[in-house]
């Protein structure tokens, strides 16, 4: 009964920065109808409204957080029916990145107007389910995945004739199922399927206000 319906909790008060106003837990109804389970969210850029998707491909946005949900969906019919395993917001609401866990299947897509149209980024990926997305934080125009054989990257989404790498250097070939980005230096955090954690770096372009890299030669290396 609870699928049309965002979860609250309010973690502030044990932070010593009750601003909100609200219970410790509180629901927030969406009014869409939804009967799916909600499977991936994020937050925008600021953090004003938030996208979710569903497990059979649909994808909403939210405004109006944590007290009056304003939902939209945005997927507008354009993105396959299958489990929608993570979503990541660009530098604006109108960058929305999803990917998919299925086989058979395109696993990665991305919009650039807010969901009035998507682009089908699968290009020469393998048949394979994706588990995790980010855009770099840098820029919007160049994203990474993780799949059951590593890590991977897009350097543009709008040139067509781009193709993914790998940035598996020291990764051994095994399922990742998230990574986390800091932007100032480039690095990347990877968790494995049962292999631990590893550290790298995604991108030679390191701010100069970020100082030097925090690793001087490969790509991956294992904590």
Not at 157 to 184: K, S, Y
Request: aromatic share 10%; charged share 20%; proline share 6%.
């Amino acid at each position: 009964r609870y699928y049309d319906t965002l979860q609250v909790l309010n973690v502030n008060p044990y932070i010593g920065k009750d601003d909100l106003g609200l219970d410790d837990v509180s629901f927030l109804p969406l009014n869409v109808g939804l009967r799916e389970a909600i499977t991936a969210l994020q937050l925008t850029k600021p953090a004003s409204s938030l996208v979710f998707g569903t497990e059979n491909g649909k994808v909403f946005s939210v405004s109006g957080i944590p007290n009056t949900a304003n939902t939209t969906r945005i997927d507008n019919g354009q993105l396959p029916n299958g489990y929608i395993s993570s979503i990541d917001v660009g530098s604006d609401p109108d960058h929305v990145m999803v990917t998919f866990s299925n086989f058979g299947i395109a696993s990665v897509w991305a919009t650039s107007d807010g969901g009035s149209s998507w682009k089908n980024l699968e290009r020469n990926l393998a048949d394979m389910p994706v588990r995790w997305g980010r855009f770099d934080p840098a820029n919007n125009d160049r994203v990474l995945i993780a799949t059951e054989i590593g890590i991977w990257g897009l350097e543009s989404i709008t040139d067509e004739a781009t193709q993914w790498t790998d940035h598996n250097d020291g990764l051994p070939p095994m399922r990742v199922d998230m990574f986390d980005l800091r932007a100032c230096d480039a690095t990347i955090l990877a968790a494995t399927h049962g292999q631990g954690l590893f550290v790298g770096r995604y991108s030679d372009e390191v701010p100069e206000s970020c100082g030097p890299p925090v690793f001087a030669e490969g790509i991956f290396y294992p904590n």
